[in-house]
């Protein structure tokens, strides 16, 4: 069945450093693909997209790469500072059925000082 | 703008009590969702509404009811509440359903 994923459950960084968040997706018909960062206590944020005619997106300090042959993206956070600690989760729609976001059970971003 | 809003925040419930989720936002969306989180979990959807009039089921609506009232409101009703429902539910939207969607800040539920 429809699966979203993530392969590490958390990650600790030093602030500054670069972060990278992988994802893996079950539907090779998904075509559309979300980032979210949630805070505790919060609602979901959205972050970025990516259609899957596209490799790549960058925003602020953020890039998603899309491998749609492995069925793989990442998140890559640049410079991490301490209010990126959060839960974040990806999730990827299939437009060819009902329009329903899949949602992987999320990596805790965890920035030292 | 306010955005997704949802009320309450909190509630504690007795098994076998009914009560409504409310949602409400400002944005002009046509699809509305409501998910539920468990702890650790990513979100599950219960129920949308890809336009007013439309509601459908998602993932896990058993237990559950929703009420599209206008394009700004959609309600989540559990009419006998059981302590599997104890859950973080939100409320989201987009602007259609193939946009990235907005989510509420969320009611914690508890059922005793």
């Known amino acids: 069945g429809e699966s979203v994923g993530l392969h590490l459950p958390t990650l600790s960084v030093q602030e500054g450093d670069n972060s990278i968040i992988n994802c893996a997706y079950s539907?090779?018909?998904?075509?559309?693909f979300i980032w979210y960062k949630q805070e505790s206590g919060k609602g979901p944020q959205f972050i970025i997209d990516?259609?899957?005619?596209?490799d790549k997106r960058q925003g602020q300090r953020v890039t998603v790469l899309l491998n749609k042959t492995v069925k793989h993206l990442s998140l890559q956070i640049a410079a991490t500072q301490p209010g990126d600690s959060a839960v974040y989760f990806c999730?990827?729609?299939?437009?060819?059925?009902?329009?329903?976001?899949?949602f992987g059970a999320g990596t805790r971003l965890a920035v030292h000082p | 703008n306010a955005g997704v809003t949802q009320t309450p925040k909190f509630q504690v419930l007795k098994t076998g009590q009914s009560m409504t989720l409310q949602c409400a936002q400002d944005m002009n969306h046509n699809s509305m969702y409501w998910y539920r989180q468990d702890p650790g979990m990513g979100l599950r959807l219960i129920y949308y509404?890809?336009?007013?009039?439309?509601?459908d089921k998602g993932e896990v609506p058993n237990g559950y009811n929703v009420s599209r009232l206008n394009k700004r409101e959609f309600s989540l009703r559990l009419e006998s509440a059981a302590p599997s429902q104890t859950s973080v539910y939100f409320c989201?939207?987009?602007?259609?359903?193939?946009?990235?969607?907005?989510f509420g800040p969320g009611t914690r539920l508890t059922v005793l």
């Open positions: 539907n090779s018909a998904s075509d559309y």
């Open positions: 509404s890809a336009s007013e009039g439309t509601t």
């Open positions: 989201a939207s987009s602007v259609t359903s193939y946009n990235e969607q907005f």
């Open positions: 999730a990827d729609l299939f437009s060819g059925g009902y329009n329903k976001l899949i």
């Open positions: 990516i259609r899957s005619n596209m």
